[in-house]
């Protein structure tokens, strides 16, 4: 985040309350009313989440035990029996929703589908048992590649169904990204798509999961489920790629849910750290469940009447929580949409707002500024008069983006639910429940009932000044991850031994900074480590380096954000070359095409600056921090004297 938004945030005083009327038909009416529920978390969080999950989800065997916590690893609902598809479909089929419309998806073309709670649910068995007679069972790995389609949702609901787990990637991912996420979690089956559309294009999915798979690489990798949505020309591998439609064709539509244990895993989902490989997420059945169900039924205040709408891709955290799980449970319509804002229609938003009555809209900040930018007349050339609440997600949202999104799309009297969360958490932490709690803008507000979050320094001792700390989580909460696929070691290393308390307290932390204000109010200020936030998206510095030095040109690479008024931040890449190479502008553009074609093009650095040396440590560390002030183009600051070199910083100031 840039210097600016910083004092921006620091300096932000306004205060919006809840509209009354917002409040009255509310799920959580008052200040008052959160602060109770708040109490009697905090008093007996067990008791808590206990009554909650009776209550909201079908069990088809109860718990013995609410919370096993050995830390850093906690059970939820110790030996309860349930499963989250039967929570998501099954369970309206009894109720009038059966025929309400459960998932409304909007093809980028203008093509559309709607399917009720009934339908869904006979596609989503007709693929549990397709899936299953592929050999697929209980606790296997099943990988999912796929545009924004209803069969990434059927896809997902099918695994959780008969208890496979599913990992799904992002469709934006090269084949590189792909076959190194397969490997991770030895996936044996892969649902995708010939491809996909986006902006006005076909952009193929097959192609890269053939090259994902070539020469063997994947060995546990025994079918490729294909879904035809563009008909682009693909290559079917005989014996091991299948059509979904003719699949589906000869598939009996009975298929009663798996009663899974509500400790057993319900899916992972990779994301970045500050080193080495993605890290694999593991998030269980019951606590997820419950989790997600919650946070999307008091923060989204979701009432029958609501049409959903979170414009985040299912390959992400916000996907797999707001899109699927958290609104099905709570048997909420909501729409799916293919495409982005691109040429041809930049208002495409809009017009699947008007076009559908949206209620609710859940968004990123990168896209707020992105819509600040095109201009005020496309929204306003729409019906945006349905809207009665707004989300943001993914990055520190700058109060100039909340004002806008408040009285352009909002038409000021609509709240905004800024909501603070990561892969990590399952659901979100920190936001405002938006019949309740007043609003500030940039701040994400107070922590849901039963979480309890802190801003400490590095012994864990409460920080209340503006230049803030460490913000961190303090006790188990049910949406947690469980653990990082096979390597529980790092997962201890990563989140809880980051900090050192001084009681030996075990404290959560996954790498924002924040301040807590004398309200008691959340300011998220960003990463402290070495991830960078690209348009809403966590990538590790190493990733990027990494595959820039899978160059055979390059001989080191150093990686860091520079603030960007659109994406929030850049990727600003300083290289060193091998002896026998020159830089020049064709390499620096091969070398982004390189980092395109091992990562995505999420990752593509935005520049690339050619360079001598990399400022180091005497013990050999480059130092970032002061990169970071180059790549701003600001003056660097701070101590210098632990450099190993000081010409090297020279001669970068110089712009060699
Ligand atoms: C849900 C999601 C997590 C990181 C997180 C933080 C940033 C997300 C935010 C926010 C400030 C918010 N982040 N929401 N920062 N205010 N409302 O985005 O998950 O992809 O794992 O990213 O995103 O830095 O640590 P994930």
């Not at 208002?347 to 968004?363: A, L, N, R, S």
């Not at 348009?535 to 960007?564: I, N, Q």
Request: charged share 25%; hydrophobic share 40%.
């Amino acid at each position: 985040m840039s210097q600016d938004t910083i004092e921006s945030i620091l300096q932000e005083k306004r205060l919006f309350q809840p509209p009354a009327e917002f409040s009255q038909k509310a799920h959580i009416k008052s200040l008052e009313e959160y602060q109770a529920l708040y109490d009697k978390a905090k008093a007996d969080p067990q008791a808590f989440w206990a009554e909650l999950a009776a209550q909201e989800l079908h069990w088809f065997q109860n718990w013995d035990t609410v919370l096993d916590w050995q830390p850093p690893f906690a059970k939820w609902f110790v030996n309860g029996k349930i499963n989250i598809s039967y929570n998501c479909l099954d369970r309206h089929l009894t109720t009038w929703r059966k025929n309400k419309a459960a998932l409304i998806w909007e093809g980028e073309p203008g093509d559309s589908r709607t399917l009720t709670y009934a339908q869904l649910h006979r596609e989503v068995c007709q693929m549990a048992n397709v899936i299953k007679e592929l050999g697929v069972q209980k606790g296997d790995r099943v990988g999912i590649y796929m545009p924004m389609i209803p069969e990434a949702a059927i896809a997902m609901l099918a695994c959780a169904r008969i208890g496979a787990v599913h990992s799904v990637v992002f469709g934006g991912f090269s084949a590189e990204a792909l076959r190194d996420r397969l490997n991770d979690g030895e996936a044996k089956l892969v649902i995708t798509a010939d491809g996909g559309f986006r902006k006005d294009a076909a952009v193929g999915l097959k192609e890269q999961v053939d090259k994902a798979l070539a020469n063997n690489v994947t060995p546990s990798v025994t079918n490729v489920i294909v879904v035809q949505r563009t008909k682009q020309q693909v290559h079917m591998e005989p014996g091991r790629d299948l059509w979904w439609h003719d699949l589906q064709k000869d598939a009996s539509a009975d298929c009663p849910a798996e009663q899974m244990d509500s400790e057993d895993m319900l899916f992972v989902l990779y994301t970045s750290g500050s080193t080495g490989k993605p890290k694999g997420v593991v998030h269980t059945t019951g606590g997820y469940n419950l989790y997600t169900h919650m946070t999307t039924k008091w923060i989204f205040d979701l009432q029958d009447t609501d049409v959903y709408w979170c414009t985040a891709d299912v390959g992400w955290i916000t996907g797999h929580s707001y899109i699927v799980y958290g609104p099905l449970s709570n048997g909420a319509t909501t729409i799916m949409y293919e495409g982005a804002p691109r040429a041809s229609n930049p208002g495409c938003f809009w017009d699947v707002i008007e076009k559908y009555g949206v209620t609710v809209f859940y968004t990123a900040p990168t896209a707020i500024r992105t819509f600040m930018k095109m201009g005020e007349h496309l929204p306003n050339a729409r019906n945006l008069s349905s809207l009665r609440l707004l989300g943001t997600v993914g990055e520190p949202i700058n109060p100039e983006a909340w004002m806008w999104y408040q009285r352009v799309i909002g038409n000021s009297n609509c709240p905004i639910v800024d909501t603070w969360w990561q892969t990590e958490t399952g659901g979100i932490m920190i936001t405002a429940l938006p019949g309740a709690i007043p609003t500030k803008p940039g701040s994400a507000t107070l922590p849901f009932p039963g979480i309890v979050v802190d801003v400490v320094d590095q012994d864990g001792e409460p920080v209340t000044n503006e230049s803030g700390g460490y913000l961190v989580v303090k006790h188990p909460w049910p949406g947690m991850m469980r653990t990082l696929y096979n390597d529980p070691d790092r997962f201890r290393r990563t989140y809880w031994e980051y900090l050192h308390p001084k009681d030996g307290e075990f404290v959560y932390f996954a790498g924002d900074g924040a301040h807590k204000d004398k309200d008691g109010y959340f300011w998220v200020m960003g990463r402290v480590d070495d991830v960078i936030n690209v348009a809403g998206h966590r990538l590790g510095t190493m990733e990027v380096e990494s595959a820039l030095v899978s160059h055979p040109a390059v001989a080191e690479a150093a990686v860091v954000g520079k603030p960007d008024e659109i994406k929030g931040e850049d990727i600003v890449a300083f290289v060193t070359l091998d002896n026998s190479q020159q830089p020049s502008d064709e390499l620096a553009k091969e070398l982004k095409q390189h980092v395109v074609k091992e990562i995505g093009a999420i990752a593509r650095p935005g520049e690339i600056r050619f360079t001598d040396a990399l400022p180091k440590t005497r013990s050999g560390k480059i130092m970032r921090r002061l990169l970071r002030s180059l790549a701003a183009g600001e003056e660097v600051s701070g101590d210098t004297s632990t450099l190993e070199d000081r010409t090297v910083l020279d001669k970068l100031r110089g712009g060699s």
